[in-house]
């Protein structure tokens, strides 16, 4: 069974960086998805960015186009989100998914989610 294990989280000031990791075993995510979800305190999850298995694309909601960065590396069996220029509404749990395929930037019907990861941007 596949189990993604989530790294990278933390606190940050306003304006500052950082680079969440999505850590696969017991399978290859090279045939996956892999999606990007948060959830803030008191509101519902939401698809962050997706980046696809066949062509490379990538995808991210609007509000973090421009700041974040979606990526993978299927020889590290590992998926990536690197955020920058972190504002305070970026505060939430983040969440990895692998699935079949991106719907946009929403990664539709996921099989497997990490255990979430907290980003907490506050000065």
């Known amino acids: 069974q596949l189990q993604l294990v989530e790294s990278g989280g933390g606190l940050v000031q306003p304006g500052g960086s950082l680079r969440l990791s999505c850590a696969a075993s017991g399978s290859l995510l090279d045939y996956y998805v892999i999606g990007w979800f948060r959830q803030a305190p008191g509101k519902e999850r939401e698809g962050v960015s997706c980046i696809s298995a066949s062509d490379g694309h990538t995808y991210y909601t609007d509000s973090v186009k421009g700041r974040f960065t979606i990526s993978r590396d299927n020889a590290k069996n590992t998926g990536y989100l690197q955020m920058n220029s972190l504002k305070p509404e970026d505060t939430a749990v983040y969440y990895c998914?692998?699935?079949?395929?991106?719907?946009?930037?929403?990664?539709?019907?996921?099989?497997?989610w990490g255990q979430g990861t907290q980003v907490t941007v506050s000065s």
């Open positions: 998914a692998v699935g079949p395929r991106c719907l946009g930037y929403v990664s539709h019907d996921p099989f497997y």
